[in-house]
């Protein structure tokens, strides 16, 4: 029967624990496999309620990704929304803004494999819904608005059925952080023996026929209900008809519409055969707040009733959840204050995206594919630790990339091919290629192993990366190779590009580090590769910066080692393209570390061109390689005032990652 609420004591402790954590460190449901039969699961850590994968019975038998797979793609129309949606491959399809539905009440059909998601909590589906018909399976709906199909003077809806979204015999289906509001008829109707959902964090207001389950004899549907807000709505909030699980937690029912109905004004409803567990809920001025048919069973536990009226229904033993999953309850007295944060469209859900390799892509190609043309906002690849023997191209149309590594260091994750420039010039010998502005790559290892000594080729320049793009950001990566490890570019001489590079290693023996690419490596290692020579073993860097660009190569609080014989590596060359005199080189190495094995003379001609008519100079370099001689030009300490990583990296939008370590 009836659980009475806790004393005025109890209560206040948990409401203070609820400020004093935020409101954000208790758990929710955290999904796991199913026990076996009897055996109770092994209780999970708090889940994130921001996480992109879903929990309780949609967690279930293989799961529920969605779009995960699939390409990313934004709409902000309905033609769009209907093509995407109806797609027979995967996609993520993003909703930004409100759309219109046309004609008055049209519902979108979704296929499999679909997430739509709002973007921030802006995105909303007006005078319209989203139906799946039987079979549709591998499904998430999130943080959108679904509003206003309501008819004045209609409150029944008998002659109307524009639901916010409809079910008919699907399976594994996830609808999260959404918030209905005044639909005809059921705002989320889940019908026809669907199988494996979950609904959480939504809002369901301002309704008639609220959210109802079942519509067949088959006692089939296994459904969580948890975190869900009703407030304003009448009926079926939910009423589960013939569902073999539907386990409710941590919902809120509060301010019922009230018509004087002595019958269908109520709050959950365990009908037919239904097999339904209540936990840790609030009920607050509800009539009938839970109530079971005859033929039904009602497991009811720790919930808070306030104001209510008749029925308390609780009988049969129902089943136990946790046969099934592992999830933990946030305690009753906490839930109106959690609800009414967290649930319905959240500001930082649909932002960034997250594309998963493996887990959502198989090679690291395939999720920059799955990058929209045009991406205008953060999409990170998170790729998981192993080798993944590829080459990657993130062209120059698919912008805002984090390319992260998941290890726990970044030789966990490597990205490496062995093609040298005999065969594809030097821009195809890159086992990656970063064509586009604002990518940042973090906690990752690229590599090209080529073994230039077991081969005798004319182009034995074998790159790990080139970039072209515009702001483009390493941090704590490495990159390995001999011959032109790292080239930092730009699309054509006098357009300026910038790199920065930090907490990072380097290493190569000839041209390792060149480019024109305006490029700052800071707090690194960089490792001069020995070639076996007693004269000398190679060049660290070829810069081939415009003339009218002040800005190319500042190496600056790092450390160049090597085990090269000392006095047997240059630090550079002017690298001249083609021969083009106006690519001129600029070189500043500062506060930095140099080894024994950097020549006294460290500067050298290149292609005909002399190293003297370049911009080569240092600062305040120490070690056993770093002694003044006439071959080394010192930069003064007062034009060394304008050549900081600032003034490097600002350009004219006044770009500065440095400053946010």
Same mark, same amino acid.
């Given at each position: 029967m009836s659980r009475p609420g806790r004393p005025r004591t109890a209560l206040a402790a948990v409401l203070g624990l609820v400020a004093a954590l935020g409101l954000g460190a208790m758990g929710d449901a955290h999904a796991a496999p199913p026990a076996k039969p009897g055996t109770p699961a092994k209780p999970g850590p708090a889940a994130d309620r921001w996480t992109d994968r879903p929990h309780g019975f949609a967690s279930l038998a293989g799961g529920t990704t969605g779009g995960a797979g699939g390409k990313v793609v934004t709409v902000t129309d309905q033609a769009a929304l209907a093509k995407y949606a109806a797609a027979e491959e995967p996609y993520v399809i993003r909703v930004k803004g409100a759309l219109e539905m046309e004609p008055f009440g049209r519902e979108i059909a979704v296929a499999s494999d679909k997430t739509i998601i709002g973007v921030s /909590?802006?995105?909303?589906?007006?005078?319209?819904?989203?139906?799946?018909?039987?079979?549709? #399976?591998?499904?998430?709906?999130?943080?959108?608005?679904?509003?206003?199909?309501?008819?004045?003077?209609?409150?029944?809806?008998?002659? !109307?059925?524009?639901?916010?979204?409809? +079910?008919?015999?699907?399976?594994?289906?996830?609808? /999260?952080?959404?918030?209905?509001?005044?639909?005809?008829?059921?705002? +989320?109707?889940?019908?026809?023996? %669907?199988?494996? =959902?979950?609904? %959480?964090?939504?809002?369901?207001? /301002?309704?008639?026929?609220?959210?109802?389950?079942?519509?067949?004899?088959?006692?089939?549907?296994?459904?969580?209900? /948890?975190?869900?807000?009703?407030?304003? !709505?009448?009926?079926?909030?939910?009423?589960?008809?013939?569902?073999?699980?539907? #386990?409710?937690?941590?919902?809120?029912?509060?301010?019922?519409? %009230?018509?004087?109905?002595?019958?269908?004004?109520?709050?959950?409803?365990?009908?037919?055969?239904?097999?339904?567990?209540?936990?840790?809920?609030f009920y607050d001025g509800v009539q009938h707040p839970y109530q079971a048919d005859a033929t039904a069973e009602l497991v009811q536990r720790g919930s808070i009733l306030r104001n209510t009226t008749g029925r308390h229904d609780a009988w049969g033993t129902a089943f136990d959840p946790r046969e099934f999953y592992a999830y933990r309850l946030d305690p009753a007295a906490a839930v109106p204050a959690l609800v009414k944060r967290f649930s319905g469209p959240q500001q930082r859900i649909g932002g960034p995206v997250t594309l998963h390799v493996p887990g959502d892509h198989p090679t690291v190609q395939a999720a920059v594919d799955a990058v929209p043309e045009g991406n205008d906002t953060p999409i990170t690849i998170a790729v998981a630790p192993g080798t993944y023997r590829e080459k990657v191209f993130i062209p120059a149309s698919k912008p805002n990339i984090l390319l992260r590594g998941t290890g726990r260091d970044r030789s966990d994750t490597v990205?490496?091919?062995?093609?040298?420039?005999?065969?594809?010039? %030097?821009?195809?010998?890159?086992? =990656?290629?970063?064509?586009?502005?604002?990518?940042?790559?973090?906690?990752?290892?690229?590599?090209?192993?080529?073994?230039?000594?077991?081969?005798? +080729?004319?182009?034995?320049?074998?790159?790990?990366?080139?970039?072209?793009?515009?702001?483009? =950001?390493?941090?704590?990566?490495?990159?390995?190779?001999?011959?032109?490890?790292?080239?930092?570019?730009?699309?054509?001489?006098?357009t300026v590009s910038r790199v920065y590079v930090r907490d990072s290693y380097i290493e190569g023996d000839v041209d390792f580090v060149y480019g024109r690419a305006t490029t700052v490596i800071e707090r690194s290692v960089i490792r001069a590769l020995s070639r076996g020579s007693d004269s000398n073993n190679g060049y660290i860097t070829a810069a081939s910066t415009w003339k009218g660009n002040p800005y190319g190569f500042l190496i600056t609080r790092s450390k160049i080692v090597s085990d090269a014989p000392a006095g047997t590596y240059h630090l550079g060359r002017p690298w001249h393209p083609g021969g083009e005199p106006d690519a001129v080189a600029q070189v500043l190495i500062r506060d930095t570390r140099l080894p024994a094995a950097v020549k006294s003379s460290p500067w050298t001609d290149m292609s005909g061109f002399s190293w003297k008519d370049a911009r080569f100079t240092e600062h305040r370099n120490y070690g056993p390689g770093a002694t003044v001689t006439a071959d080394r030009p010192q930069m003064s300490d007062r034009d060394a005032r304008s050549h900081t990583v600032t003034a490097y990296l600002e350009g004219i939008d006044g770009w500065a990652p440095h400053t946010r370590h």
């Amino acid at each position: 029967m009836s659980r009475p609420g806790r004393p005025r004591t109890a209560l206040a402790a948990v409401l203070g624990l609820v400020a004093a954590l935020g409101l954000g460190a208790m758990g929710d449901a955290h999904a796991a496999p199913p026990a076996k039969p009897g055996t109770p699961a092994k209780p999970g850590p708090a889940a994130d309620r921001w996480t992109d994968r879903p929990h309780g019975f949609a967690s279930l038998a293989g799961g529920t990704t969605g779009g995960a797979g699939g390409k990313v793609v934004t709409v902000t129309d309905q033609a769009a929304l209907a093509k995407y949606a109806a797609a027979e491959e995967p996609y993520v399809i993003r909703v930004k803004g409100a759309l219109e539905m046309e004609p008055f009440g049209r519902e979108i059909a979704v296929a499999s494999d679909k997430t739509i998601i709002g973007v921030s /909590d802006t995105a909303e589906i007006v005078h319209g819904g989203f139906t799946l018909d039987p079979g549709t #399976h591998n499904v998430v709906i999130r943080n959108l608005t679904i509003r206003d199909t309501a008819i004045d003077g209609n409150w029944d809806c008998k002659d !109307t059925d524009y639901d916010g979204i409809r +079910l008919d015999t699907a399976h594994h289906v996830w609808i /999260d952080h959404i918030r209905f509001s005044r639909i005809c008829d059921g705002q +989320l109707d889940i019908r026809k023996d %669907s199988e494996y =959902v979950t609904v %959480s964090y939504n809002q369901f207001t /301002d309704n008639n026929k609220t959210f109802g389950i079942g519509w067949t004899p088959n006692v089939t549907t296994q459904i969580t209900v /948890d975190h869900n807000w009703f407030r304003a !709505t009448k009926q079926r909030n939910p009423s589960a008809d013939n569902c073999a699980y539907a #386990h409710l937690y941590n919902n809120y029912l509060s301010a019922q519409l %009230s018509d004087g109905d002595p019958v269908w004004t109520y709050g959950n409803w365990s009908r037919g055969r239904t097999k339904m567990v209540i936990e840790n809920s609030f009920y607050d001025g509800v009539q009938h707040p839970y109530q079971a048919d005859a033929t039904a069973e009602l497991v009811q536990r720790g919930s808070i009733l306030r104001n209510t009226t008749g029925r308390h229904d609780a009988w049969g033993t129902a089943f136990d959840p946790r046969e099934f999953y592992a999830y933990r309850l946030d305690p009753a007295a906490a839930v109106p204050a959690l609800v009414k944060r967290f649930s319905g469209p959240q500001q930082r859900i649909g932002g960034p995206v997250t594309l998963h390799v493996p887990g959502d892509h198989p090679t690291v190609q395939a999720a920059v594919d799955a990058v929209p043309e045009g991406n205008d906002t953060p999409i990170t690849i998170a790729v998981a630790p192993g080798t993944y023997r590829e080459k990657v191209f993130i062209p120059a149309s698919k912008p805002n990339i984090l390319l992260r590594g998941t290890g726990r260091d970044r030789s966990d994750t490597v990205i490496v091919f062995d093609t040298p420039a005999e065969y594809g010039g %030097s821009t195809g010998s890159a086992t =990656v290629r970063i064509a586009a502005n604002d990518v940042t790559a973090r906690n990752l290892t690229f590599s090209n192993d080529f073994d230039e000594a077991a081969h005798e +080729l004319k182009g034995e320049q074998a790159l790990a990366m080139k970039t072209t793009g515009d702001r483009i =950001v390493f941090e704590d990566t490495a990159f390995l190779g001999n011959q032109d490890t790292l080239m930092t570019d730009s699309p054509k001489l006098t357009t300026v590009s910038r790199v920065y590079v930090r907490d990072s290693y380097i290493e190569g023996d000839v041209d390792f580090v060149y480019g024109r690419a305006t490029t700052v490596i800071e707090r690194s290692v960089i490792r001069a590769l020995s070639r076996g020579s007693d004269s000398n073993n190679g060049y660290i860097t070829a810069a081939s910066t415009w003339k009218g660009n002040p800005y190319g190569f500042l190496i600056t609080r790092s450390k160049i080692v090597s085990d090269a014989p000392a006095g047997t590596y240059h630090l550079g060359r002017p690298w001249h393209p083609g021969g083009e005199p106006d690519a001129v080189a600029q070189v500043l190495i500062r506060d930095t570390r140099l080894p024994a094995a950097v020549k006294s003379s460290p500067w050298t001609d290149m292609s005909g061109f002399s190293w003297k008519d370049a911009r080569f100079t240092e600062h305040r370099n120490y070690g056993p390689g770093a002694t003044v001689t006439a071959d080394r030009p010192q930069m003064s300490d007062r034009d060394a005032r304008s050549h900081t990583v600032t003034a490097y990296l600002e350009g004219i939008d006044g770009w500065a990652p440095h400053t946010r370590h």
